[in-house]
């Protein structure tokens, strides 16, 4: 929070509210938001403000902001966007807290100018901005209504913090139809100044909410972000579902809000590292929520699955494994429980089978059992429609036996699948906030959320450890690099900044006479590198600017002479620093490590396979810095090469802890050294004894 800056409650806990562009016309937006205000039960004062004064909904209609005696801690903003910087201009004068601009045709139309002019002026006032382009703020605690969306928003444990106004709005009128309850829905819109960490901090500690959901399309503080989610979804499920996961996706969704969508494998990666739930659709975050705000908290991970029918019990078992809920598989234990209640052709392997001939009775016993098995900790309820069974004396059972669950602190979800009479059961069965599905994969989906939650709250994060690298010398070689302009290091600069890290490198030096190469290369030893030294190549191997595998004296000094001959006949102009001698680093496993300042993420560090197929097997990792010792294994274990570095067909364990510590390095120099943009080894090779950084590049900030 800046100084003297407004506690960000008073926007969902507003003492008094204003409505500026309060219109008198019942079909205006301004109207809307004001009638919404009223009949939504709002126990604060209402002012409504248009210069024409007079009378709107019973409530006096004030000329000016200013003229109002009482403080305003949040005024809705619904006049036309040239007005806008004025009423703004108005409530800042006026000392309001918060104002949340509806208007649209700012930046997200290209008007970046007028948007940025607005929040600069709030920003003189120490006013904050919610908006513009939004659909408003509703806030149960306060039964604060202040949108333009539907009358009657049902009050619950569930916050939505969205992007999309219009999804938002829908979103209000589903949620209502789906029984759900809202503690909060707001919109962030084009997000001039308040965005969803701002809120996350509130909605984090307001004990109302049990779940938070977010539809975010792309991220301007992704360090921040990424930093207060993880700290929020410890404490509570945050359910995250963002649109641009396609490049045209990304594009519309850039154009859409004017915000930058990021990549999207990136967030997938920090979604993961901060804990949050990263939902397919929105329909899908939406039955995670529902299913989060009603179910309790398992106390172990044992689950069973109670079918009538194989297939769909198969189904199940599969989409357990795709969302890691965990079936119980003592099967001496299992057979004790389940099968006094079985048809003799039944199975009490987990699923649990009992079979086309089951009858209510049967699923009855079955629901008892792992009700009081005191080894069971979940159940997903399957069943098909059979003839020998009539579904409306299973309803009322099924809804019995859910109050059951509840109550004995185990999750359970239904999936019920067949005709009209099914159908309908599922409908009233949803009615009465019971977790029934008609898909085994959506069941299965809503108890996988659970569980991941449940394992993220279990786990530790790990702490961030120091790393000290040399800070003077890196500051050195960028200053020079500065000082001729350059954007970039030199090779050897690349290396003397891993020197200062204590990454090791290749031995190496730069021959300045061909006495001076094979002197090294004596030195050194068999095999080795050549390359050419000049800033003024900067794709050494496409001009034969490099030798590689030299084994004798003989092939240094051939190499050595072909090297400048072929360089100089490309770049006849290059100034030439030298030629640097190498020693060839062979065997071992080449991989990627790199560290850059994203545009959306802030920080991030990478790992993966590397060498010249990366781009083809795009088998890399990614998290947000500062990083733990835990995340940077996590990293390491995500990638599908990682038995690659195991060791495989007998092949020894490389040096995993040494290229833990070259990435908690590599993350360490980008965030000591702010001048540097990016960073990448590739390859870095990482073989039994140690790693070495074999080719760096390293380019620094505009
Ligand atoms: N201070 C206070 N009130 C004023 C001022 C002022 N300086 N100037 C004018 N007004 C009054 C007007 O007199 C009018 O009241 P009246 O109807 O009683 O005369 C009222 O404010 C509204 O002004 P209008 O000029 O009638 O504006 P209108 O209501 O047509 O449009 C609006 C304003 C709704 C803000 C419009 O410009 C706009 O941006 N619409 C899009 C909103 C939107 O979609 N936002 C994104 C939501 S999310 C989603 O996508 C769904």
Not at 117 to 144: E, K, Q, T, Y
Not at 386 to 403: G, L, N, S, W
Request: a negative charge.
């Amino acid at each position: 929070m800046r100084e003297n800056e407004p506690d960000i409650k008073y926007l969902f806990e507003p003492r008094a509210v204003a409505v500026v562009g309060a219109s008198h016309d019942p079909k205006k937006i301004g109207y809307k938001i004001l009638d919404n205000i009223i009949s939504g039960g709002y126990p604060g004062k209402v002012y409504p403000v248009n210069p024409r004064g007079g009378e709107i909904l019973g409530l006096r209609g004030y000329r000016d902001v200013n003229e109002i005696e009482e403080e305003i801690d949040v005024a809705s903003i619904v006049v036309p966007a040239p007005l806008v910087f004025d009423a703004v201009k108005r409530c800042g004068e006026k000392g309001v807290k918060f104002v949340s601009i509806i208007t649209s045709g700012f930046s997200e139309v290209g008007n970046r100018e007028e948007e940025n002019r607005i929040v600069a002026c709030a920003r003189d006032h120490h006013m904050r901005v919610l908006g513009p382009n939004i659909f408003g703020v509703f806030s149960a605690p306060c039964s604060l209504n202040a949108t333009f969306g539907p009358k009657n928003v049902r009050s619950g444990n569930i916050a939505i913090i969205t992007q999309s106004g219009a999804l938002g709005i829908a979103m209000i009128g589903k949620t209502k139809v789906e029984n759900m309850g809202l503690s909060a829905i707001v919109s962030v819109g084009n997000k001039s100044d308040i965005n969803e960490t701002d809120l996350l901090e509130y909605l984090l500690h307001q004990d109302l909410t049990r779940v938070i959901m977010i539809y975010i399309e792309g991220l301007k503080a992704g360090e921040r972000f990424v930093n207060v989610l993880q700290r929020t979804a410890k404490q509570k499920p945050v359910v995250v579902v963002k649109a641009g996961r396609s490049k045209r996706g990304a594009m519309a969704a850039a154009s859409h809000t004017g915000a930058l969508a990021g990549s999207d494998e990136i967030f997938d990666y920090l979604m993961k590292q901060s804990l949050a739930l990263r939902a397919e659709s929105l329909n899908e975050a939406l039955e995670w929520c529902k299913f989060f705000a009603n179910t309790p908290i398992p106390s172990k991970d044992n689950t069973v699955i109670v079918t009538n029918g194989g297939g769909i019990g198969v189904l199940a078992t599969d989409a357990c494994e795709k969302y890691g809920v965990g079936l119980y598989d003592d099967y001496l234990t299992l057979k004790e429980t389940f099968s006094g209640m079985m048809p003799s052709f039944g199975s009490t392997k987990n699923p649990i089978d009992l079979t086309g001939e089951a009858t209510p009775d049967l699923y009855e016993g079955a629901f008892k059992a792992s009700l009081e098995g005191e080894s069971i900790h979940a159940v997903i309820a399957l069943y098909c429609e059979t003839a020998v069974f009539d579904i409306r004396t299973f309803t009322p059972m099924i809804e019995a036996y859910y109050r059951k669950f509840l109550e004995a602190k185990k999750p359970i979800v239904f999936c019920l699948v067949g005709g009209q009479q099914t159908e309908d059961a599922v409908d009233d069965l949803r009615k009465h906030d019971v977790p029934v599905f008609t898909d085994p994969y959506e069941a299965v989906s809503c108890m996988g959320a659970l569980y991941t939650y449940v394992h993220h709250r279990r786990s530790h994060s790990g702490s961030v450890i120091s790393i000290s690298v040399d800070t003077a010398s890196m500051e050195a070689i960028i200053e020079k690099a500065k000082k001729e302009k350059r954007r970039f290091l030199l090779a050897h600069e690349g290396q003397g900044v891993m020197k200062a890290a204590g990454i090791s490198i290749p031995r190496s030096h730069v021959a300045r006479g061909l006495d001076q190469a094979v002197q090294y290369a004596e030195e050194i030893g068999y095999p080795l590198v050549m390359k050419i030294v000049s800033k003024d190549i900067l794709h050494k191997s496409d001009v034969g600017g490099v030798a590689l595998n030299l084994v004798n004296r003989k092939e240094v000094i051939e190499a050595y002479e072909a090297i400048l001959h072929r360089c100089r006949t490309a770049f006849p102009d290059a100034k030439v620093d030298g030629i640097e001698v190498t020693e060839m680093v062979h065997g071992g496993t080449e991989l990627i490590v790199g560290a850059r300042i994203d545009p959306s993420f802030g920080p991030i560090v990478m790992c993966g396979l590397g060498g010249i197929y990366v781009e083809v097997m795009k088998d890399v990792s990614f998290r947000a810095l500062p990083l733990s010792l835990r995340e940077a294994i996590t990293m390491i274990k995500e990638i599908r090469s990682y038995p690659l570095l195991l060791g495989v067909r007998g092949e020894k364990r490389k040096d995993i802890d040494g290229l833990v510590e070259t990435i908690l390095k590599v993350g360490e120099i980008l965030q000591t050294c702010r001048s540097i943009s990016d960073i990448e080894i590739n390859p870095l090779v990482v073989d039994v004894e140690g790693v070495k950084a074999v080719d760096v590049r390293i380019l620094l900030s505009p």
